[in-house]
């Protein structure tokens, strides 16, 4: 089955805005903490931002002031607002939801397909 479905990604310019959306299975999304991840080409996978089960959320340095994260916990629907798009923020971008499972911190954890944004400078 799969348990996050991203979409929202797309061509913009610099200096432009995209919001990505992921909708999660109920499974995925209660109780877990949701984040979006990207990667470039050549580059390796990086946090961008994440949101706990609670509305706490954190920024990586390079995106913060720029995006935020929401989830709504009626649609099981974690969100992406990108403003202020920089060339740089071209990637592939990926939901994740991780749940911890028990006491000693054991956790699942699911990845979506991801979505292609692509910021011509």
């Known amino acids: 089955q799969v348990e996050l479905v991203e979409s929202g990604g797309g061509l913009v310019q610099a200096g432009g805005s995209l919001r990505l959306s992921c909708t999660a299975t109920?499974?995925?999304?209660?109780?877990?903490?949701l984040a979006w991840y990207r990667q470039a080409p050549e580059k390796q996978r990086e946090l961008v931002a994440v949101?706990?089960?609670?509305?706490?959320?954190n920024y990586a340095d390079s995106v913060k002031g720029r995006f935020t994260i929401s989830r709504d916990n009626d649609k099981y629907t974690v969100y992406l607002q990108m403003n202020s798009l920089k060339s740089e923020d071209t990637a592939v971008y990926y939901c994740?939801?991780?749940?911890?499972?028990?006491?000693?911190?054991?956790?699942?954890?699911?990845w979506g397909q991801g979505t292609l944004v692509t910021v011509s400078s």
């Open positions: 994740n939801s991780k749940k911890v499972v028990n006491v000693e911190g054991a956790y699942v954890e699911a």
């Open positions: 949101i706990t089960s609670s509305g706490g959320t």
């Open positions: 109920r499974r995925s999304f209660t109780g877990s903490s």
